[in-house]
């Protein structure tokens, strides 16, 4: 941090101080998560600052991070998880699905299960294998579970503290990428954002650009393109994966008649397909378009050298625009 601004990862490292200061009762525990501070730095300090009985440096062992964290949550705790890399997920979802997501309706409300299962998400950062993974459409199919994805500072600030309140638990999804883009002004003031809301970022009457995480950044420049040539397209971050904010999506689409969804996973069965689909049962009359999806190819993510090939890019998403502009 400097000069009062902040990037992604030095906002979850303000958010995590703020909420472990704020209630006794939050625990982080992770691999490297204490005496290392985070593969990422994201949990820089926190050991320090509250202890090794509160920040607690485990093994290499997701499947148990995940149960640990179920049953220090249904006792009352609110244990913040980091999986250090979101291709190493997959381990933890047994107890995410089976347990975490269904706590309170299978006590009919006597437990909940307020844990935070934190991880870096997205390719862009010139990683291996099953570090550049986005498959945050396998937890927006799991009833019983938010997932969240900050695409700025301020937003990851605001939500993760807004996560870490939930009574039920939260997958929380940070874009790698973003980690150490454009540090922003951010004060250190507890406000929580709402978790169920998408954030309009820039107003626009003649299409809608939809996206989340770091694909919102290319979605951004693409409106500033469109600007110069007098095309005002409004920019929607939709922020809440699950449960999806989908009122103000609708209302967006109304006003501009054209929706192009834009997302770094791959294209079939994620989430900018239910989106488009959702926006199809509520608003197909007032279209002007077909809705288009601007996607990563169904393929693992590459290794770095193709790695420009595989994220949609923004003249990727300037190209589906032309396409709903010119419809007829």
């Not at 997501?101 to 294998?129: D, F, H, K, Q, W």
Request: charged residues 20%.
């Amino acid at each position: 941090m400097s000069n009062g601004k902040y990037t992604l990862v030095e906002a979850v490292n303000l958010a995590l101080h703020r909420a472990m200061r704020d209630d006794d009762n939050v625990v982080v525990l992770g691999e490297d998560v204490g005496v290392n501070g985070g593969v990422f730095r994201a949990t820089l300090g926190l050991r320090e600052a509250f202890g090794f009985k509160r920040v607690l440096d485990t093994p290499l062992a997701e499947t148990m991070l995940a149960g640990l964290a179920v049953g220090m949550a249904a006792q009352g705790l609110r244990p913040v998880v980091e999986i250090q890399f979101m291709g190493f997920i997959y381990a933890a979802m047994e107890h995410l699905v089976s347990h975490a997501s269904r706590l309170r309706n299978r006590t009919r409300g006597r437990l909940s299960c307020p844990m935070v299962l934190r991880t870096p998400m997205g390719a862009g950062i010139r990683a291996p294998e099953h570090h550049s993974e986005s498959t945050e459409a396998l937890f927006a199919h799991v009833p019983g579970l938010r997932v969240v994805v900050p695409s700025s500072p301020a937003r990851a600030y605001g939500l993760l503290l807004a996560a870490i309140d939930d009574p039920d638990p939260v997958v929380f999804l940070e874009p790698t990428r973003l980690y150490r883009m454009n540090p922003q002004p951010l004060v250190d003031d507890g406000r929580r954002l709402p978790l169920d809301s998408c954030f309009t970022l820039r107003e626009g009457r003649d299409l809608t650009l939809v996206s989340w995480g770091a694909s919102v950044h290319e979605s951004l420049q693409a409106a500033s393109a469109l600007a110069e040539r007098g095309i005002d397209a409004e920019v929607i971050d939709v922020a809440c994966l699950k449960p999806l904010d989908l009122d103000t999506l609708e209302a967006s689409v109304r006003k501009t008649g054209r929706c192009v969804i834009v997302h770094e996973a791959p294209k079939s069965c994620a989430v900018g397909a239910e989106i488009a689909a959702s926006l199809y049962e509520r608003v197909l009359l007032d279209l002007q378009a077909p809705i288009q999806r601007v996607t990563a190819p169904d393929i693992p993510p590459p290794l770095y050298r193709l790695e420009q090939f595989y994220l949609p890019g923004t003249e990727d998403i300037l190209a589906a625009c032309e396409t709903v502009l010119d419809y007829a």
